[in-house]
């Protein structure tokens, strides 16, 4: 598999060409950003931790029906995915109060919500990501009704599996982020990467209220020890993963 073009460099992650016009490459960086890039580092190693992270957790879900644009993982801190079209809408779950529900609506941190909340976020960084009303998704016109309705129920079930999933690795599943793309036949798949930077973790052997983030919030809010908590992610993810292989044989 090689490299052709650099199509895109995101904060996360850069894009590239391949020889194959259906197949794209991802190249998952060290690099840290927050608050729209207001903040910006480095986590050492976490492009290959969330790779590694993100690339189990699609094969995973792809097995229970998910389409995902997951391919393979050719290098540590590479994978690569079916070409979509990125919807501009930044799916967020969340199962417990944190970050901006509570910012915005004065809901305790950690408050289990009654239902799964689905949010919906304009992909662009100039206005900030704003939040949305499904009336101004319509409005803006960048999905359409039906996209809108698959992709909640996607995003629904995507919780349900990643809920039980994070459960069996003893860590709660606050909140997550999916980006969804059309492939050439217009199909959704879930797509971007499902990682402990667009996630929020907490390790349920922990019950300090800092000690138990195991995401990234440890960057944003300075708590340190963000490689570690990251590794322990992957390690406890893998070691499922690897269960599960064994369980189907794969
Ligand atoms: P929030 O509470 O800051 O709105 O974040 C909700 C979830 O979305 C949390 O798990 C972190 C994730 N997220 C991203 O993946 N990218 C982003 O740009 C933001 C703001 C949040
Ligand atoms: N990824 C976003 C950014 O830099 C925000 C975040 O994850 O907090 O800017």
Redesign the pocket.
């Known amino acids: 598999m090689t490299q052709k073009k650099k199509l895109y460099e995101g904060?996360a992650k850069i894009l590239y060409s391949t020889e194959e016009p259906e197949v794209l490459l991802t190249y998952y960086k060290d690099d840290a950003?927050?608050?729209?890039?207001q903040k910006r580092g480095q986590i050492e190693g976490k492009g290959e931790v969330n790779c590694a992270i993100a690339a189990a957790l699609f094969e995973w879900l792809e097995s229970l029906g998910i389409p995902t644009h997951y391919i393979d993982r050719p290098a540590a801190n590479q994978m690569r995915v079916k070409a979509v079209k990125i919807l501009p809408v930044e799916v967020v779950v969340r199962n417990r109060a944190a970050g901006s529900l509570c910012r915005q609506t004065g809901l305790p941190e950690g408050k289990v919500l009654p239902f799964p909340l689905v949010e919906y976020y304009l992909k662009n960084d100039e206005l900030g990501d704003p939040l949305l009303t499904g009336d101004r998704l319509m409005l803006l016109d960048i999905i359409t009704q039906e996209q809108l309705t698959q992709i909640k129920e996607m995003a629904l079930k995507i919780n349900e599996h990643l809920q039980d999933f994070f459960n069996r690795c003893e860590i709660t599943l606050v909140d997550f982020k999916l980006e969804f793309g059309l492939d050439a036949q217009n199909q959704i798949l879930l797509a971007d990467e499902i990682s402990p930077?667009t996630c929020r973790l907490w390790d349920r052997r922990e019950t300090d209220p800092q000690a138990r983030v195991m995401d990234?919030d440890r960057f944003?809010k300075d708590l340190g020890q963000v490689e570690s908590a990251y590794q322990q992610v992957q390690q406890r993810v893998l070691a499922q993963i690897e269960q599960w292989r064994q369980s189907v044989n794969k």
Not at 33 to 37: D, E, H, K, R, V
Request: net charge positive.
């Open positions: 904060k950003t927050a608050f729209n890039a930077d990234k944003r």
